[in-house]
């Protein structure tokens, strides 16, 4: 429970861009999460700034949320504000050339921009859900091509100073869905990527191409998280589920996906302990079957329950 002069801190500082109690099952992918103390949407950054000095004063714990992929809240809610980012969306081609894009510029956005100006090098991302700071902290991308591949550089903000630094790609420490510089509450507050000129048509083809793809093999017409499971070195936790016998496995409203084992889907009616179960099952049934322990993938947050 947050307390009633940390809330109207938060009201006098945001007025009705911050809300409270609100279910994140309306603000994530997966469409399950109990309610968070405090959401906010500042408009800029210094409202941003600001916002974090408060939560700092208050000592009030802190979430990023994007688009809320990659993201599983836990029934009983989350502790603290949750800082939303998408307002943040300034996106520009830059000499070099390059595109530079705040971390609240979505995926589909990106890949459109790109298109319209003809640009290159960025079409892996086409279908990758969520929003540009999500995918540097996620390392996002697909087979062999990942953001390391691309990015030339990303301004951080720490949540802890509000201190802001510029660092290079070899400086962020990308690895296995995971950013070494964006760990310990901070965030991608813009990245400057790599792209080379091409003919708009060529690169529309391959953006289509790749969703083509994604349709056909991934369940995108119903909620879910995006990948659960990490994939294991060597081998694919769909895979495994897979051979594990657990696609179409139910529990209440979530099921493990019949198109791709390692989506959980949300049937409707779905609750996050239903996901939590799921994600037990599969683990429990890998680790019988091959001995292979599955790391997820899904960021699971919020208040556990007794």
């Known amino acids: 429970m947050m307390a009633s002069r940390a809330r109207h801190a938060l009201q006098t500082l945001l007025e009705d861009r911050v809300k409270f109690d609100v279910p994140m099952s309306r603000k ?11 959401l906010a949407t500042p408009r800029n950054r210094e409202e941003m700034v600001a916002l974090l000095e408060l939560c700092r004063q208050h000592h009030l714990p802190r979430t990023w949320l994007g688009a809320g992929f990659n993201l599983l809240i836990q029934e009983n809610g989350l502790d603290g504000v949750v800082v939303c980012t998408k307002k943040l969306r300034r996106l520009e081609a830059r000499p070099g050339p390059t595109v530079f894009a705040e971390c609240g510029v979505s995926h589909a956005s990106l890949t459109r921009f790109c298109v319209e100006h003809g640009l290159a090098g960025l079409e892996f991302g ?12 996620m390392n996002a991308g697909i ?26 790609r070899e400086a962020l420490g990308f690895g296995y869905r995971s950013c070494a510089g964006l760990e310990q509450g901070a965030v991608a507050l813009s990245t400057l990527f790599e792209v080379t000129a091409a003919d708009p048509g060529q690169v529309k083809a391959e953006v289509d191409r790749l969703l083509g793809a994604r349709q056909t093999s991934q369940p995108l017409d119903v909620p879910s998280c995006g990948s659960v499971f990490r994939n294991p070195e060597g081998d694919y936790a769909g895979r495994l589920i897979e051979q594990a016998g657990l696609c179409g496995e139910r ?37 019988t079957m091959a001995g292979i322990e ?6 699971i947050l919020g208040r556990m329950s007794e």
Do not use: C, Y
């Open 28 to 38: 994530t992918s997966l469409r399950v999460g109990g309610p968070a103390d405090a």
């Open 126 to 137: 086409a279908g990758i859900p969520g929003t540009i700071g999500g995918w540097m902290a």
């Open 143 to 168: 087979g062999d091509r990942e953001q390391k591949d691309v990015v030339l550089e990303v301004e951080t903000l720490s949540a802890e100073t509000s201190e802001t630094q510029i660092l290079r």
């Open 251 to 287: 529990l209440g409203g979530a099921e493990i996906s019949r198109r791709h084992a390692n989506f959980i889907v949300n049937r409707g009616g779905a609750t996050a302990d239903d996901v939590l179960g799921l994600i037990d099952r599969a683990r429990r049934a890998v680790r």
């Open 294 to 299: 599955l790391q997820t993938e899904v960021r």
